[in-house]
T-cell receptor, first 118, second 114 residues
Framework: DARVTQTPRDKVTEMGQEVTMRCQPI?????VFWYRQTMMQGLELLAY????????DSGMPKDRFSAEMPDATLATLKIQPSEPRDSAVYFC????????????????FGSGTRLTVV | DQQVKQNSPSLSVQEGRISILNCDYT??????FLWYKKYPAEGPTFLIS?????DKNEDGRFTVFLNKSAKHLSLHIVPSQPGDSAVYFC?????????????FGKGTKLTVNP
């Protein structure tokens, strides 16, 4: 079963520290998303890439968040400096666009990184 | 500004009965809708979808209904099983407009009691 792999699974850090979250999308998928889940906002889109090029990062606080895809097998989300309000579960998802009748029309999500900033 | 709204944070039903989860959207450009299921400590998993050219899509025990004029969709689970207990997210997309973005609701926690 192909899966999206996210590391670390859990991260506890102190305010002001840099946090890096990693995602390995499914091989062959050309679109990668970063979502954040909070109780108040539900699932919010932070940024996404198509063929490694950033298409939209309007959901990210630009001053502290950055997202990159150094290569097709790795996407990273960095927070520097981290703040307590960044505490959330961060999900990566990948998919193959454009959709065809032979592909799954939904994106595949990883298990998430639970970030706690104290 | 929530473009996709799931107004019921939780729903509890008896095993064997029907579960109906509701979702409303405000953006008329949305033309593709998906439901995801999420268990604790796992990522959301795709469940079922519907294009705006249809008003119903069925997959086993799961049926999604779309009412475009009301900008409303619902997910029916019949019969409900304890393993269906999870958080269900509704998502919408402007597919024909070429947007890959999924806009999610806040989710509804379904509990199916044995």
């Amino acid at each position: 079963d192909a899966r999206v792999t996210q590391t670390p699974r859990d991260k506890v850090t102190e305010m002001g520290q840099e946090v890096t979250m990693r995602c390995q999308p499914i091989l062959g998928h050309n679109t990668v998303f970063w979502y954040r889940q909070t109780m108040m906002q539900g699932l919010e889109l932070l940024a996404y890439f198509r063929n490694r090029a950033p298409l939209d990062d309007s959901g990210m606080p630009k001053d502290r968040f950055s997202a990159e895809m150094p290569d097709a097998t790795l996407a990273t989300l960095k927070i520097q400096p981290s703040e307590p309000r960044d505490s959330a579960v961060y999900f990566c998802a990948s998919g193959l666009v454009p959709f065809t009748s032979r592909t799954n029309y939904g994106y595949t999500f990883g298990s998430g990184t639970r970030l706690t900033v104290v | 500004d929530q473009q996709v709204k799931q107004n019921s944070p939780s729903l509890s039903v008896q095993e064997g009965r029907i579960s109906i989860l509701n979702c409303d959207y405000t953006n008329s450009m949305f033309d593709y809708f998906l439901w995801y299921k999420k268990y604790p400590a796992e990522g959301p998993t795709f469940l079922i979808s519907i294009s705006s050219i249809k008003d119903k899509n069925e997959d086993g025990r799961f049926t999604v209904f779309l009412n475009k004029s009301a900008k409303h969709l619902s997910l029916h689970i019949v019969p409900s099983q304890p393993g269906d207990s999870a958080v269900y997210f509704c998502a919408a997309q402007n597919f024909q407009g070429g947007s890959e973005k999924l806009v999610f609701g806040k989710g509804t926690k379904l509990t199916v009691n044995p």
